[in-house]
């Protein structure tokens, strides 16, 4: 991770929006800034020391093609509150880029810390199903972004790094199938491990709203899973999505299709170690790792199928 300096305006906008008569006691930029740039400010006021996070959307790439990047993570932190779950609370945010040449938008630090190494796996997954459980509850009829795939389905094709050829091809059909009809909600839509803090063994929160939209419970679900399984395999994958199962209830009908679409959705070429999890201490993981957990996800989701 290279480390970026904030500009005096960015901190400036920051002062202004929460206490202007505080002042910058320090700042640091948040492991896992991958796609966007996130920093941690503690900004002083007599005794007292708030921290906040400022998330610099920076990437070209993804501002061509999502041009309303900080307007779309503050609808999700309104609507991410009325689901019940810790998230962060929207302070201020610059839609433009006015401040600083690029969308910026600043927010409440939640307590806790991201946790990938668990001592309990089990109690690690079922936390991890019941916060997702809690807040798919929460309707979307009114909220202006909805599910799209990320890659184009029926252009998917047999990865050339696969040693399960069969399976795939199998998933590929399951792919370009109809799509599956289900019912929807407010969903994350970029959950997993991640994007989840932990403080004394229980969630704490949930970050990384910019990409929440209205879609199927499956899409969460799927994404989840299939980070687990990379991570440590398709037995946490499994054991993530039999306590979902057990948490939601009759809200939830699982469905392999969603498995397959949050496959396909992550994979641009090979499968390679995702950056993020070194950031947080996870080592050891290679980018053959990732190839042979993800024949093997497949492979469990198409026994899934028959």
Not at 180 to 196: G, Q, S
Not at 244 to 258: D, I, M, Q, V
């Amino acid at each position: 991770m290279t480390n970026v300096k904030l500009s005096e305006s960015v901190l400036d906008w920051v002062v202004d929006n929460t206490n202007p008569k505080a002042t910058v006691e320090s700042y640091q930029q948040l492991k896992g800034s991958t796609s966007s740039t996130l920093h941690r400010i503690a900004l002083r006021s007599g005794q007292k020391l708030n921290h906040y996070v400022v998330r610099q959307f920076d990437n070209k790439e993804w501002l061509e093609e999502e041009p309303d990047l900080a307007y779309h993570e503050a609808a999700c932190l309104r609507m991410a509150k009325k689901t019940g779950v810790v998230s962060p609370e929207l302070i201020a945010y610059d839609e433009k880029g006015d401040i600083c040449g690029y969308p910026v938008i600043l927010m409440t630090l939640l307590d806790g810390e991201v946790e990938l190494k668990p001592k309990r796996m089990d109690q690690w997954l079922y936390g991890l199903a019941k916060a997702l459980a809690e807040f798919h509850g929460t309707d979307a009829d009114d909220f202006p972004y909805w599910h799209n795939s990320y890659n184009d389905i029926f252009s998917f094709e047999i990865p050339t790094w696969t040693n399960v050829s069969t399976s795939w091809k199998k998933a590929i059909n399951l792919l370009k199938a109809p799509r599956m009809k289900t019912a929807e909600c407010f969903i994350h839509r970029d959950y997993h491990p991640a994007n989840v803090l932990w403080d004394n063994g229980s969630v704490s929160g949930v970050v990384d709203w910019v990409n929440g939209c209205k879609g199927p419970r499956g899409v969460d679900v799927g994404h989840c899973r299939v980070n687990l399984a990379m991570l440590h395999g398709v037995e946490a994958a499994d054991g993530f999505l039999r306590d979902y199962r057990e948490l939601a209830g009759s809200r939830f009908t699982y469905e392999p299709y969603w498995d397959v679409v949050s496959v396909a959705d992550m994979l641009v070429g090979p499968p390679e170690v995702y950056p993020g999890w070194e950031a947080f201490g996870v080592t050891g993981l290679t980018d053959d790792i990732m190839k042979e957990r993800l024949d093997q996800y497949v492979v469990s989701l198409m026994a899934r199928v028959e």
